[in-house]
């Protein structure tokens, strides 16, 4: 089956710098990348997705890019705000998953400094 | 982005005693939805997949008889924890996938055993 890794695990940033968080896959077959942002006792919120079909997505400050060749993805948040504080997790969607259901990566505690 | 709403966000219950959350799609009709039990510091956990009148299909090591989920309809899924005990103590959480791939989360379940 499908298996996602996610990297750095923390991640501590001054406010106003960038930060990159990476994912591998495994299964060629995912065609669907999607990011979540999960703050402390809430359910993950959809910040922005990409399909494979596209290289790259960009929403205001928040990016996402994907190289199927090297299979793996990675969310570029600019001018980070201290309320970008929280757990990031990147997931794939692979059609040979039943009911096209998220493979998870780890998960990224990102820390904004202010 | 579409709503996902989930009830209750929190409940505390007896040992013994079994404990409903319901998770509702508010303004899309989801044929599958997601529930997923989170601890601490990692990742999610899938535990099932409901599919909208049929049985749920349950990951390997959950308990289908402990964990009883119903998909009566388009909008609604629900979980139901019987017999609960301390250990079942957890934050649950829910999705529902709409169209084809895209999948968004409810606020979570907060579960106290006492």
């Known amino acids: 089956g499908e298996n996602v890794e996610q990297h750095p695990s923390t991640l501590s940033v001054q406010e106003g710098d960038s930060a990159v968080i990476k994912c591998t896959y495994s299964d060629s077959a995912s065609n669907y990348f999607p990011w979540y942002k999960q703050e402390l006792g809430k359910g993950p919120q959809l910040i922005i997705d990409?399909?494979?079909?596209?290289g790259e997505k960009k929403d205001q400050r928040i990016a996402v890019t994907l190289n199927k060749t090297a299979k793996h993805f990675s969310l570029h948040i600019t001018e980070t705000q201290p309320e970008d504080s929280a757990v990031y997790f990147c997931a794939a969607s692979s059609p040979n998953n039943a009911g096209n259901m998220l493979t998870f990566g780890g998960g990224t505690r990102l820390m904004v400094k202010p | 982005g579409a709503v996902v709403s989930q009830h209750p966000s929190w409940v505390i219950c007896k040992s013994g005693t079994s404990v409903k959350i319901e998770c509702r799609s508010l303004?899309?009709?989801?044929?599958?939805m997601f529930w997923y039990r989170q601890f601490p510091k990692q990742s999610l956990m899938l535990m099932a997949t409901s599919n909208e009148g049929s049985k749920a299909t349950y990951e390997q090591g959950v308990e289908k008889d402990k964990f009883l989920i119903n998909h009566a309809s388009l909008t609604l899924s629900t979980l139901t924890v019987t017999s609960a005990h301390p250990e079942d103590s957890s934050f649950y959480i829910c999705s529902a996938r709409q169209g084809w791939d895209t999948i968004y989360f409810g606020e979570g379940s907060w579960l106290t055993v006492v």
């Open positions: 990409i399909r494979s079909n596209v």
């Open positions: 303004d899309f009709q989801a044929t599958t």
